[in-house]
Each structure stands twice: as C-alpha cells, then as structure tokens.
Nanobody
Framework: QVQLVESGGGLVQAGGSLRLSCVASGRSFSSYAMGWFRQAPGKEREFVAS????????YYSDAVKGRFTISRDNAKNTLYLQMNSLKPEDTAVYYC??????????????????WGQGTQVTVSS
C-alpha cells in the first residue's frame, strides 16, 4: 500500500514560483510511476505531469510545458513539481498520484491506484 502526502501549495502572485512535494510511504515507491494532476473549481481533474519509475521519462500537458518541471528522489520517497511563471489559470487543487505500472505514459491516461489528499495552489493576478 502506498500513501501520498502533498505539501507546498499556497498563494502566489502571477509570474511567481512554487515547489510542490509529495512524500510517499511504502517500500515500492521507486518502482511506481508518479504524477501530478489538478482540479480547478467547476472543472474536471486534468493531467499536469508524469514521471516514470527511474525518472528518465517525463510527460507534460501543453498548458504547463516549459514552465513546470517534475522530478523525483527515490532515496527520499519524494516527488516534486517545480512551478515557474505561474498564471491565474494554474489555480487549482494539485494531487499527487502513483501507478504501479511504472510507466509515465500509462499514468497520464489511466486512473492511478493511489492518490494524495491534494494541496491548494492559488495564483493572483
């Protein structure tokens, strides 16, 4: 069983930066693909970024490509999302996800087995 706890959200002005973290419990973290999703009020949850088990393959949504960077530290059981040049439309609850497939490609288009509780990111204009 994998449990995920996100942190790092907050209020930031447009153009600013935040770094989200997701700490995973369990010994299998290094074999899981990991990802970030977000859900804005009144909208469906959407894919943001994913990373494979080794950190060698990443995917990004078009909305965040070039501004966000996903990374992981398997020694610390931690996933990160560095968010730069933030825009008001990035405002959402951000969720961490883990998928036992190990595939970043699979995670971005399928329902993951494990989810965190979410962290709020608010970008003011």
């Amino acid at each position: 069983q994998v449990q995920l706890v996100e942190s790092g959200g907050g209020l930031v002005q447009a153009g600013g930066s935040l770094r989200l973290s997701c700490v995973a419990s369990g010994r299998s973290f290094s074999s899981y693909a990991m990802g970030w999703f977000r859900q804005a009020p009144g909208k469906e949850r959407e894919f943001v970024a994913s990373i494979n088990w080794s950190g060698g393959t990443t995917y990004y949504s078009d909305a965040v490509k070039g501004r966000f960077t996903i990374s992981r530290d398997n020694a610390k059981n931690t996933l990160y999302l560095q968010m730069n040049s933030l825009k008001p439309e990035d405002t959402a609850v951000y969720y961490c996800a883990a998928d036992r497939s190990g595939s970043a490609y699979y995670l971005k288009s399928h329902e993951s087995q494990h989810w965190g509780q979410g962290t709020q990111v608010t970008v003011s204009s």
